[in-house]
């Protein structure tokens, strides 16, 4: 049973358009994130969420949106893709915002 | 500014070699501390963690880190590596405030 899934694994698009990354964990946790990966592994995070409070990192553009319709669920949304945005996308979750956290798998993000 | 500093960028080692990796954390309160892995074009897995008690934390693999409050570092080590330890490794924290930071990490690179 995978605990934290995404999908897509791939996504490849062009410049302008809109996608949404999903993320979904089974494991009843509270608290789920999004990171950014580049190309040296630097990981970056973008957003965490509870079901109080969503945080933002103030350097994400506004074109980045995450949607929760439940617990279980943070999706991400992106506007008006650009180059810079190909990347690597991790959704992680934890029981509580200081306990470790859980990764899925990634969706590597090319924009054309 | 509350950060994870991994000094080593890029570590090569042959096979059996002994391996230390540092991680130093800057934070004035109580913190819980991580070591993350990535193994090549795989998602980040927790290696170990510290949370309180004894400083000395053992993980998966072999691995072990020691929490030195005096120093704020949590240093990953291991005696003997296998080509099979050739990954992506992260080292973070969380505060009592729900923050989570990662390091930049450091690529070990074990040759056979």
């Known amino acids: 049973d995978t605990a934290v899934s995404q999908t897509p694994k791939y996504l490849v698009t062009q410049m302008g358009n809109d996608k949404s990354i999903k993320c979904e964990q089974n494991?009843?946790?509270?608290?789920m994130y999004w990171y950014k990966q580049d190309s040296k592994k630097f990981l970056k995070i973008m957003f965490s969420?509870?079901?109080?409070?969503?945080?933002i990192n103030e350097t994400v553009p506004n074109r980045f949106s995450p949607k929760s319709p439940d617990k279980a669920h943070l999706n991400l949304h992106i506007n008006s893709l650009e180059l810079g945005d190909s990347a690597v996308y991790f959704c992680?979750?934890?029981?509580?915002?200081?306990?470790?956290?859980?990764f899925g798998p990634g969706t590597r993000l090319t924009v054309t | 500014a509350q950060s994870v500093s991994q000094h080593n960028h890029h570590v090569i080692l042959s096979e059996a070699a002994s391996l230390e990796l540092g991680c130093n954390y800057s934070?004035?309160?109580?913190?819980?501390l991580f070591w993350y892995v990535q193994y090549p074009g795989q998602h980040l897995q927790l290696l170990l963690k510290?949370?309180?008690?004894?400083?000395l934390v053992k993980g998966i693999k072999g691995f072990e880190a020691e929490f030195i409050k005096s120093k704020f570092s949590f240093n990953l080590r291991k005696p003997s590596v296998q080509w099979s330890d050739t990954a992506e490794y992260f080292c973070?924290?969380?505060?009592?405030?729900?923050?989570?930071?990662f390091g930049t990490g450091t690529s070990l690179t074990v040759i056979p």
């Open positions: 992680a979750s934890a029981k509580a915002g200081n306990y470790e956290q859980y």
């Open positions: 494991l009843g946790h509270d608290t």
């Open positions: 969420y509870n079901n109080k409070e969503l945080i």
């Open positions: 934070y004035g309160g109580t913190v819980n």
């Open positions: 510290y949370f309180s008690g004894d400083p």
């Open positions: 973070a924290f969380s505060n009592t405030g729900n923050q989570f930071y």
